[in-house]
Nanobody
Framework: QLQLVESGGGLVQPGGSLRLSCAASGFTKDYYAIGWFRQAPGKEREGVSCINSSGSSTNYADSVKGRFTISRDNAKNTVYLQMNSLKPEDTAVYYC???????????????WGQGTQVTVSS
């Protein structure tokens, strides 16, 4: 069983930055992919970014390309999402999830964290 815990959310002004962390514990293995998803009130959960097990491959939603960067430190079993130039439309609960390979479909993921709130507002 794999446990995922997100942290780093909060309130930030437009144009600001936050770094989210996703820490894995339990049956950790260094060959799992991690995806970040977000869900705003009244909207479906959407994929934001994903990184493969080695960190050699990443992908991003068009809405965050050039602003968000995903990375991982397998020695710490942690994946990061650096979010820059934040916009009010980035406001959502952000979740990390794990499966064997990246996918934009949240229903394909086996393990989920509890989520962390990101609010972008002046």
């Amino acid at each position: 069983q794999l446990q995922l815990v997100e942290s780093g959310g909060g309130l930030v002004q437009p144009g600001g930055s936050l770094r989210l962390s996703c820490a894995a514990s339990g049956f950790t293995k260094d060959y799992y992919a991690i995806g970040w998803f977000r869900q705003a009130p009244g909207k479906e959960r959407e994929g934001v970014s994903c990184i493969n097990s080695s960190g050699s491959s990443t992908n991003y939603a068009d809405s965050v390309k050039g602003r968000f960067t995903i990375s991982r430190d397998n020695a710490k079993n942690t994946v990061y999402l650096q979010m820059n130039s934040l916009k009010p439309e980035d406001t959502a609960v952000y979740y990390c999830a794990s499966r064997d390979r990246c996918s934009g479909d949240p229903f394909r993921y086996d393990y989920w964290g509890q989520g962390t709130q990101v609010t972008v507002s002046s």
